[in-house]
């Protein structure tokens, strides 16, 4: 039976109040018995009392009935996944599996993919755990779920209000549609807001919405519209009348300053957030993942609040609490997607309690530890040198991976020299932790291979889409072709939702064509094909995970995990333009559906 435990409360002193929570228990026929031989069952239980124990420090809230949640019970995920029985069949399913990489017939049972092929009828002969739900693909393409190895949807997850992304809008017109729509699934009175992940120069006229303009599909709710880390932001009269009571600084127009302005309109916001709306946020940035086909996140946390409501932007957060409602969605069995944490840290007495009081890639295939970063050091000592080389040996000592990120002409240059420092002192070398530079906007081909010679690896991001600028003869980057060229260890990691979106496809539109959102080439010559980006976005991908999640996850095939997106068009056949729009129809999670726009016969 599932074991449980009391749950305990931090409502003045703790204390047992008698409600109990199922927790997962292991399953030895399943792939998680991969990771049960790297560590005990023990240990695997004592990671289930710390989940559900720190989950309890925020009660849990009921979530909101507009976000679809698995059609499943809570004890069905006594393996820590999703176990659902499922056939998808008359499709076009591309598997990342370079011995077959072509399907049109695929079965899962118990959460595994058991039958991949083009015989239905041998498919419906197979022994399911139950009866499988049958979807006819209606010749749909159908991929694995995707795997974001570098993004920040822990924060998505915190954003205030009901946030409502715009990754996909191309105009002023659809926004406002947007946010009309949004009115009808939010209750008045309360703040519909979008906070990073988007940028006025995907819009026809390059622009934000006016106070007017809002005011128009939004005379019941306040709103707030915010840019990047720090905005600027734009909102409406009721916005405005709520934020000036706060001593915010609104224009008469709507428009609310980037910096201080704009971020003590967002704490003001943060500061009003109760748990159960923080729930909220979570499962809404899992449904939106869902419906974009991201089904593993590799997050990359935040930078650590300061307490100035004048300077926390979008990017900070309170690095003690941020996962709790996380954690308490995973614990009540109401999570969408799948989720790996890495650990930001800026000094290194907080990296070294890290490494003495936290185990590397340990959970289970719904949550697990990942790595220390992208951050591991100081921003003023990020570039390489004696402080970040000190605190990534340590690193190394403790058998972690590392993670880091550059973003100029320079800096991945002393990055990489100190790993190499590293490689040479400590006993074994780096070569089997899998460290990464991530972004590599300028990397040469010298570093490159420096970094390949190391074990090393680099994820992209087409961050630059949405306001990035470059010509022929000094390109935006990351330098797609010649990363591809290489050989090194290479994968997509979006870097959303901050100063990129969330959704893939827009960053697939930027790998593909080396157009920005304004339509203009800013990476010339250094585009790659469709398949490329798929193959780092699955297959590719698991790398970056490391652990038992590389035998598990970016490849349907017999034995893995079945995650699968059905796409709203042709990935390989669609216009460039009609790329960056694409989405799922249908998205599952070990054999469950996640998200579902109802297109698809059953």
């Known amino acids: 039976m599932p074991f449980t435990i009391p749950l305990v409360h931090s409502t003045g002193s703790p204390k047992w109040d008698g ?27 004592s990671l289930r009392l710390i989940l559900a124990g720190l989950a309890s420090f925020i009660p849990l809230g009921t979530a909101n009935s507009t976000i679809p949640l698995p059609s499943i019970s809570t004890d069905s995920y006594h393996t820590s996944t999703p176990l659902g029985s499922l056939i998808l069949h008359n499709g076009t399913i591309h598997t990342q599996n370079p011995s077959q990489p072509l399907a049109s017939v695929l079965a899962i049972s118990n959460g595994l993919i058991t039958y991949v092929g083009t015989n239905l009828t041998h498919a419906l002969s197979l022994p399911f755990s139950s009866p499988p739900l049958t979807v006819n693909l209606q010749n749909r393409t159908t991929i694995p779920g995707l795997i974001d190895c570098h993004n920040h949807i822990v924060l998505l997850g915190s954003r205030p209000g009901h946030h409502t992304p715009l ?11 947007t946010y009309g729509s949004r009115t009808t699934t939010v209750p008045p009175g309360e703040f519909i807001t979008t906070i990073g992940g988007f940028h006025p120069n995907q819009f026809t006229e390059l622009r934000l919405p006016t106070l007017a303009e809002l005011d128009t599909v939004t005379p019941n709710h306040p709103v707030f519209v915010s840019i990047g880390f720090n905005g600027p932001a734009v909102t409406n009269t009721l916005g405005r009348s709520i934020f000036s009571h706060h001593n915010i600084t609104i224009h008469p127009n709507g428009t609310i300053a980037s910096g201080a302005p704009n971020n003590q309109a967002l704490n003001s916001l943060r500061a009003n957030s109760t748990s159960s709306d923080r729930e909220r946020s979570v499962l809404a940035a899992m449904h939106h993942a869902a419906s974009v086909g991201i089904t593993t996140h590799l997050d990359q946390g935040a930078f650590p609040s300061s307490g100035n409501p004048s300077s926390d932007g979008a990017a900070s957060a309170d690095l003690t609490t941020m996962h709790f409602p996380f954690l308490s969605v995973y614990a009540a069995g109401r999570a969408l997607v799948r989720l790996r944490l890495n650990f930001l840290h800026m000094d290194a007495p907080s990296v070294l309690a890290r490494l003495q009081n936290t185990f590397p890639f340990f959970g289970n295939s719904m949550l697990r530890t990942g790595a220390i970063g992208e951050f591991h ?43 190499e420092n590293v490689d040479r002192q400590v006993h074994g070398g780096i070569s089997d932790l899998r460290w990464v530079v991530a972004h590599v906007p300028r990397i040469t081909d010298e570093y490159l291979g420096r970094l390949k010679r190391v074990g090393g690896g680099v994820n992209l991001s087409g961050w630059n889409y949405l ?52 339509g203009e080439v800013i990476n010339g010559g250094q585009t790659v094909e469709r398949e490329d980006v798929l193959r780092w976005y699955t297959r590719d991908n698991t790398w970056f995970l490391g652990g038992p999640d590389e035998k598990l996850l ?9 995650d699968v997106v ?4 042709d990935l390989f056949g669609v216009e460039d333009e009609k790329l960056k729009s694409l989405s799922s129809v249908l998205t599952v999670v070990g054999g469950v559906v996640v998200y579902d726009t109802g297109v698809l016969k059953r």
């Open 554 to 562: 970016g490849i349907l095939e017999v034995g893995r995990l079945g």
């Open 377 to 419: 050091v100081a921003q003023t000592e990020y570039a390489g040198g004696p402080v970040f080389e000190a605190s990534a040996k340590q690193i190394a000592e403790a058998g972690w991976r590392l993670e880091v990120h550059s973003l100029t002409a320079t800096d991945f240059r002393g990055q990489i020299e100190s790993f």
């Open 566 to 569: 059905v796409l709203s068009d």
């Open 167 to 177: 990754e996909h809008t191309p105009s002023i017109a659809s926004l406002l549609q």
């Open 467 to 518: 306001a990035g600028a470059g010509n022929e003869s000094s390109p935006a980057g990351p330098p797609f072709r010649r990363i591809k060229e290489s050989g090194v260890r290479a994968g997509f990691g979006a870097d959303g939702a901050n100063i990129a979106p969330l959704s893939p496809w827009p960053h697939f539109y930027y790998a593909v064509t080396g157009r920005n959102a304004r």
């Open 19 to 45: 409600s109990r929570v199922h927790l997962y228990t292991p399953s030895s026929p399943h792939p998680e018995s991969d990771f049960s031989n790297l560590v005990s069952n023990f240990m695997m239980a």
